[in-house]
């Protein structure tokens, strides 16, 4: 997961005939946890993220009006709360996403929803990003454009998301205004604040019907969660 923490540093200086106690200086730092998956706000001591796969209590976390990939009546519903520019959400896309879909979404057990949590502070890019997939949606192409932006992280821009949603042959003129005119600010928002409300505070957080797991973890660990919640456990 990716999470902003607070750094702070002490420095005591020796200077002869006398002990200067330096002030504390404070800074942003990224801290790396689970062998460097994120960066993301100081956990609440309330609702500790595992960060190893091993789920909490279940949470009220809704899928809301949002893009659902699979069969809408499927036992389990796995909502992920992420940011486009997040590099970790696109290692959970790229490595674990796939296997997913095949083993658990495909094979009906599964539904998965994505909502919005561009974590603006850090990702300049994010926020527009998610409205411009919220566009895209509007033209029943969001989970194409959702690829198209973890596939080409590194190029993201108001102007290539114009591009792409041309080369998806969108309705530019449809998707400019939409994108250019913040349609889906407060629907972006909405999910940020959900998220929040639900214990979010990093991405990508996971709720495998209302547990959360925490991270770009690998599939066997993703397997084992949805496995035992699958069977009842």
Same mark, same amino acid.
């Given at each position: 997961t990716?999470?902003?923490?607070?750094?702070?540093?002490?420095?005591?200086? &020796?200077? @002869?005939?006398?002990?200067?106690v330096a002030g504390a200086v404070i800074a942003l730092a990224i801290v790396y946890v689970n062998g460097g998956l994120g960066v993301r @706000?100081? %956990?609440? @001591?309330?609702?500790? %993220?595992?960060?190893?796969?091993t789920p909490v209590p279940p949470s009220q976390v809704s899928a809301d009006d949002d @893009?659902?990939?699979g069969d809408p009546n499927a036992p389990v519903t796995m909502i992920e709360f992420s940011d486009f520019q #997040? %590099?970790? #959400?696109?290692?959970?896309?790229?490595?674990? &996403?796939?296997?997913?879909? /095949?083993? =658990?979404?495909?094979?009906?057990? !599964?539904?998965?929803? =994505?909502? *919005?949590?561009p974590i603006s502070s850090i990702h300049s890019e994010a926020e527009k990003a998610a409205e411009a997939a919220e566009c895209a949606d509007e033209q029943g192409k969001f989970w194409e454009y959702h690829d198209l932006?973890?596939?080409?992280?590194?190029?993201?821009s108001i102007a290539n998301y114009k591009r792409w949603a041309a080369e998806l042959k969108?309705?530019?003129?449809?998707?400019?205004? #939409? &994108? *250019?005119s913040g349609k =889906?600010?407060? /629907? !972006?928002?909405? *999910?940020?604040? *959900?998220?929040?409300?639900?214990g979010v505070s990093g991405t990508p957080t996971f709720f495998i019907n209302g547990r959360s797991v925490v991270g770009a973890l690998p599939f066997e660990q993703f397997k084992t969660v949805l496995d035992k919640v699958l069977a009842g456990e």
């Open positions: 990716e999470r902003m923490g607070d750094a702070e540093g002490k420095s005591n200086f &020796l200077i @002869p005939g006398a002990i200067i @706000p100081a %956990p609440s @001591p309330e609702r500790p %993220p595992t960060g190893n796969g @893009p659902i990939l #997040c %590099p970790f #959400c696109a290692r959970f896309w790229g490595q674990t &996403l796939t296997q997913i879909k /095949e083993k =658990y979404i495909k094979t009906g057990k !599964v539904k998965f929803v =994505y909502r *919005d949590f932006i973890f596939a080409r992280q590194d190029s993201m969108l309705d530019t003129a449809s998707f400019n205004s #939409c &994108l *250019d =889906y600010t407060e /629907e !972006v928002a909405k *999910d940020f604040s *959900d998220g929040q409300a639900a």
